[in-house]
């Protein structure tokens, strides 16, 4: 079997922006990543299934060039980070809540176009719609 067919059945494929022209690209999730995600609690996995995909195809930002060990993929090279702000969140039975207050949702993308983290975090104090420390942390602000 070829590698990209076997990546694509190992991998759910999301939607994404393309930075450099506005276009569509496709980022990859690992059906194991998502399992595992799923074992926390439902919130987790509800926010693997409608926040993840929400943030990649409506960032409020996209950084390249990740700058701290603790952002890096294990696996690869971190690339990408795409940022948002979600409508809601979720409790960890599932339940809908307001979204977390001053806080920016992440997600992380390597090399290869695999989302390899998502998660919440402090939002800046100067732009709620992007994370602390955002100008040390990545090189570069595509979006």
Not at 76 to 86: D, K, Q, T
Request: proline fraction near 6%; include cysteine.
């Amino acid at each position: 079997m070829a590698d990209k067919e076997r990546s694509r059945r190992d991998h759910l494929t999301l939607n994404a922006v393309e930075p450099a022209d506005g276009t569509v690209c496709e980022i990859l999730v690992s059906h194991g990543r998502m399992q595992a995600v799923a074992r926390r609690s439902m919130g987790h996995a509800k926010e693997c299934g409608l926040i993840l995909p929400m943030i990649l195809q409506q960032p409020t930002a996209i950084f390249e060039g990740i700058r701290q060990d603790e952002d890096e993929d294990r696996e690869g090279y971190g690339w990408r980070c795409y940022c948002g702000v979600p409508q809601s969140a979720y409790h960890s039975d599932g339940s809908p809540r307001a979204s977390y207050p001053n806080q920016v949702y992440l997600v992380f993308v390597n090399d290869q176009n695999v989302a390899y983290n998502w998660r919440w975090e402090k939002a800046d104090d100067d732009d709620p719609k992007l994370p602390e420390g955002h100008k040390e942390r990545f090189k570069n602000r595509l979006l």
